[in-house]
């Protein structure tokens, strides 16, 4: 779990909201919670899927969501 942890770190990148910011209006009407808004945006905008265990994410379809329990089955 460490290992995976640490790999997950090395992952993680500082974005620009100029990246994003033409996605936040479509992120809107996908997700409940405003506070969510700018991640899905960043994940439209980069066809990317998003970790997470908020079900406010797990409700909405555009966007794959894995979850924790996802991410450790395929590091098996």
């Given amino acids: 779990m460490k ?3 640490l790999l ?6 500082i974005v620009e909201f100029r990246e994003y910011q ?11 919670h405003k506070n969510d808004v700018p991640f899905l ?6 066809s990317a899927p998003v970790l997470s265990q908020d079900p406010h994410f797990i409700k909405q379809t ?4 894995f979850t924790i329990e996802e ?4 590091s098996e």
């Fill in 3 to 5: 290992k995976l942890f």
């Fill in 8 to 13: 997950l770190l090395m992952k993680i990148e």
């Fill in 22 to 32: 033409n996605f936040i209006k479509e992120a809107e009407t996908l997700i409940l």
């Fill in 41 to 46: 945006a960043l994940a439209l905008a980069r």
């Fill in 62 to 65: 555009k966007i794959k969501i």
């Fill in 71 to 74: 991410i450790i089955k395929m």
